[in-house]
């Protein structure tokens, strides 16, 4: 079945520095990519995905490039502030169609200094 | 538009007990899961349904019964509680299958087992 292998499992940076979030899969069937944040005690909240047919999608602060060949999708959040600090989990579809299931990676602790 | 609603929040339970988790979405979305969410272990599948009258098992199923009678509820039964089911239980559901939709999770269930 599916894997998917996040790092670093923690993360730490100065606030307004940029923060990178990589992942692996090893389905090549794979076809759906999506990011989740959790601030502590709460639900995991989608922040972005990406489909297997774009390479690159950006939405304000928030970017996720998918490197298909490689098997491997990253999240990179620029000018970092104190309220991006949570668990970042990445997901991956374990197969493609409508049937799909997704399974997580084991997230990443961002922690942002002021 | 309540989303995903899960109860209860907090239960506790002692070793051999039964309970049943309740989830309900008012979305009308086909797809729906059961989560757990261990510390660094992310968030693991239990068991998902594509439709009113169809559920199959995810990664960690035992343990575990669930049921689909309606598109609107699905229900966690744990038939005889054990220790290592104390756990943070995350219902979610989607539109359709995963493999274009994101997921939206309820606020999760805190569970002790004793």
């Known amino acids: 079945g599916e894997n998917v292998e996040q790092h670093p499992s923690t993360l730490s940076v100065q606030e307004g520095d940029s923060a990178v979030i990589k992942c692996t899969y090893s389905?090549?069937?794979?076809?759906?990519f999506p990011w989740y944040k959790q601030e502590l005690g709460k639900r995991p909240q989608l922040i972005i995905d990406?489909?297997?047919?774009?390479g690159e999608k950006k939405d304000q602060r928030i970017a996720v490039t998918l490197n298909k060949t490689a098997k491997h999708f990253s999240l990179h959040i620029t000018e970092t502030q104190p309220e991006d600090s949570a668990v970042y989990f990445c997901?991956?579809?374990?197969?493609?169609?409508?049937?799909?299931?997704?399974?997580f990676g084991k997230g990443t602790k961002l922690s942002v200094k002021p | 538009n309540a989303g995903v609603t899960q109860t209860p929040k907090f239960q506790v339970l002692k070793t051999g007990q039964s309970m049943t988790l309740q989830c309900a979405q008012d979305?009308?979305?086909?797809?729906m899961s059961w989560y757990r969410q261990d510390p660094g272990m992310g968030l693991r599948l239990i068991h998902y349904?594509?439709?009113?009258?169809?559920?199959d098992q995810g990664e960690v199923p035992n343990g575990y019964n669930v049921s689909r009678s309606t598109t609107e509820d699905f229900p966690l039964r744990l038939l005889s509680a054990a220790p290592s089911q104390t756990s943070v239980y995350f219902c979610?559901?989607?539109?359709?299958?995963?493999?274009?939709?994101?997921?939206?999770f309820g606020d999760g269930t805190r569970l002790s087992i004793l």
């Open positions: 979610a559901s989607s539109l359709q299958g995963l493999s274009n939709q994101p997921q939206h």
């Open positions: 389905d090549s069937a794979s076809n759906y």
């Open positions: 990406i489909r297997s047919n774009v």
């Open positions: 997901a991956a579809s374990t197969h493609g169609g409508s049937q799909g299931n997704l399974i």
């Open positions: 979305m009308n979305h086909e797809y």
């Open positions: 349904s594509v439709g009113a009258g169809i559920t």
